[in-house]
């Protein structure tokens, strides 16, 4: 009796193991059902408004390398990493770099304080349904997306990128 017992719980703790790796690597690996994961593909456009209410569409950003940066103003790496993010994108905007942050939680007046804290002087977008956050298969903050001048998706990345690492994903595409 005590051994088909505890080989239930085992059983139970395979399952519920094997589970957590399988929804753990959904965010690491990309789907071939979705233009917007796969890498090599176009990004799929999307339009959002910004945090002083102007409509932000994707594709017109295209001939522009684009880095799309979803994150939370809960995060604390996100706020840490953000006056890197911005440090590159003034170096580089001149050269065709954009960043288009989204914020996936916040409300617009909470996403806009903190950019102004922040000094941030990149898009910083709304996601208010978290549409675009699922289309792009987004499970976690931050995660960034690099896009290519012809509008196709060259990487994603998950959690925080240095001055370096964003400066490597970006000389391919610039």
């Known amino acids: ?15 519920s193991g094997l589970l957590g790796f399988l929804l753990s690597q959904q965010g690491f690996y990309n789907s071939s059902d979705n233009v917007t994961t796969k890498l ?3 990004a799929m456009d999307f339009t959002l408004m910004d945090i002083d209410n ?9 001939g522009k390398a684009v880095m799309l940066r979803f994150w939370s103003s809960r995060c604390p790496s996100c706020k840490k990493e953000m006056p890197v993010v911005e440090k590159a994108y003034r170096k580089l905007k001149d050269k065709g770099f954009v960043v288009l ?14 950019a102004n804290k922040l000094d941030l ?12 956050t699922k289309l792009y298969k987004v499970f976690a903050t931050p995660t960034s997306f690099f896009i290519d ?13 240095s ?8 000389e391919e595409l610039i």
């Open 54 to 62: 102007k409509e932000v569409k994707l594709s017109d950003f295209k």
């Open 40 to 42: 090599g593909g176009p």
């Open 1 to 15: 009796m005590k051994r088909k017992h505890w080989n239930k719980i085992l059983l139970v703790l395979f399952i």
């Open 101 to 114: 942050a989204i914020n996936i939680e916040d409300p617009k007046e909470v996403a806009a304080e903190t």
């Open 121 to 132: 002087t990149f898009p910083i977008l709304i996601d208010k349904g978290m549409s675009i």
């Open 149 to 161: 001048k012809n509008g196709v998706m060259k990487e994603k990345v998950l959690g925080e990128l």
């Open 163 to 170: 001055e370096e690492t964003i400066a490597m994903y970006l």
